[in-house]
Nanobody
Framework: QVQLVESGGGVVQAGDSLSLSCVAD????????LGWFRQAPGKERELVAG????????SYADSVKGRFSIFRLNAENTVLLQMNSLKPEDTAVYYC????????????????????WGQGTQVTVSS
């Protein structure tokens, strides 16, 4: 079972930028789609951004397109989420997750398809 550790959350003002990092402990990191999810109080967990194992395909929630970017550094077992022009509605706990199936060619959006999760990092955007 791979372990994922997120970092980089914090409290920022609307319009600021923040970068989240997720480091995986495991030898099979490079073979899997990775995703960043978020969950706000009282809301369902949603995919914010995902990237396939080879970086060939990415997917973003409509609400973050043009503002967030996902990158993976396979040599460092790391996936990054660059968040720009943050809004108060981006406030949530952000989770890094690894897909259950290796070598997928598209990013699945269902949390149930991701079987390894980090502990989450809080992002708070004040207005």
């Amino acid at each position: 079972q791979v372990q994922l550790v997120e970092s980089g959350g914090g409290v920022v003002q609307a319009g600021d930028s923040l970068s989240l990092s997720c480091v995986a402990d495991g030898r099979t990191f490079n073979s899997y789609t990775l995703g960043w999810f978020r969950q706000a109080p009282g809301k369902e967990r949603e995919l914010v951004a995902g990237i396939t194992w080879n970086g060939g395909s990415t997917s973003y929630a409509d609400s973050v397109k043009g503002r967030f970017s996902i990158f993976r550094l396979n040599a460092e077992n790391t996936v990054l989420l660059q968040m720009n022009s943050l809004k108060p509605e981006d406030t949530a706990v952000y989770y890094c997750a690894r897909h259950s199936t290796p070598y997928t060619l598209v990013v699945g959006r269902r949390p149930a398809d991701f079987t390894s999760w980090g502990q989450g990092t809080q992002v708070t955007v004040s207005s």
